[in-house]
């Protein structure tokens, strides 16, 4: 965001840039939306994952909000990249400290990183059919 903002690449490596800056939100936007779900309990799954995209959507709504007020304040591009530029910044810390929480947890804790991993699959689903 910062690199974009300041203006200093030539017209061809700013369309590359703004492409591949724009396939990697998608793709993470996908990739996160996709497995909200995992992060909850059997039974709250469905509504975790549901609040999940409801809150990416308000942020979907007021990213332009935003933009459009931040350029109204007479920020112009560079200061609304600027500020958009914090937002990431601010995930990755609060994710790294979310990671570091989790690595505390005890092993039987909800939520914590277990050196087994539960089986998975439809053949774990299923009950066995006696015949």
């Known amino acids: 965001m910062l690199v974009l903002g300041a203006g200093v690449l030539g017209p061809a490596v700013y369309v590359a840039f ?13 990739g996160i939306t996709s497995i909200a779900g995992t992060f909850y309990p059997t039974a709250l799954r469905a509504n975790g994952a549901a ?29 609304a990249f600027t500020v958009f530029s914090v937002c990431p910044a601010v995930m990755v810390l609060v994710l790294l400290a979310l990671g570091r929480v989790q690595r505390r947890l005890p092993a039987e804790a909800e939520g914590a990183l277990s ?4 089986e998975t699959g439809l053949a774990a689903a299923r009950p066995a059919v006696q015949t």
């Not at 703004?18 to 996908?30: D, L, R, T």
């Open 18 to 30: 703004v492409i591949g800056a724009k396939m990697f939100i998608n793709s993470g936007y996908g």
């Open 51 to 79: 609040w999940a995209s409801s809150v990416a959507k308000v942020g979907a709504m007021a990213g332009p909000w935003l933009g459009g007020v931040i350029l109204d304040a007479g920020l112009g591009a560079r200061g």
């Open 115 to 118: 050196a087994e991993l539960p």
